[in-house]
């Protein structure tokens, strides 16, 4: 199965798509942010269940929210075609991150398959350093936001791992 390519949907280049105006302005994580701004950076996908997001390995250029369905985060181990399932993200969170957070050189370190049809909007690279020159405020404050939901994540694979030990 291969990586279904990124492409845009429901940006509106100059505005922003009354679609993509209403999904941003859902997402916890933008809440309390100036969407006007915002909105004209992302871009919106449908992934059809039992598709590819991306696969590990592959260049980590964007990451999306979940505004509805859910992803499966998994990893290869070192046993052929077996992979160590990470976590299943639902409405409200966020994958991809380090595609913001490194320089070009980033690279996935998991795949993120569909397990059932999914919606989302994705932030590029490109775009979420085109907010920070920009708009150095609102890229604090998504960053923030970014670090509070990757903390919460973190903390609960510590306690999944303690509860095996």
């Known amino acids: 199965m291969a990586t279904t390519p990124l492409k845009k949907m429901g940006n509106c280049g100059k505005g922003c798509c009354p679609d993509l105006k209403k999904a941003l302005k859902g997402l916890d994580c933008l809440k309390g942010m100036d969407i006007e701004v915002l909105c004209p950076f992302f871009s919106m996908k449908n992934l059809p269940a039992g598709e590819v997001l991306f696969r590990e390995g592959d260049e ?21 075609a077996k992979y160590f399932v990470l976590s299943i993200l639902g409405k409200d969170s966020c994958v991809g991150e380090q595609a913001i957070s490194w320089d070009e050189t980033a690279f996935r370190s998991a795949t993120a398959t569909a397990l059932e049809e999914t919606e989302m909007v994705l932030l590029t690279r490109a775009s979420f350093d085109d907010i920070y020159n920009k708009y150095p405020n609102v890229a604090a404050r998504l960053l923030k936001s970014l670090l509070h939901e990757i903390s919460f994540r973190l903390n609960a694979a510590n306690e999944r791992m303690a509860a095996v030990f």
Not at 62 to 77: D, H, N, R
């Open 60 to 80: 980590a250029a964007f990451m999306a929210f979940i505004l509805s369905g859910k992803l499966e985060i998994k990893k290869q181990t070192e046993f052929p």
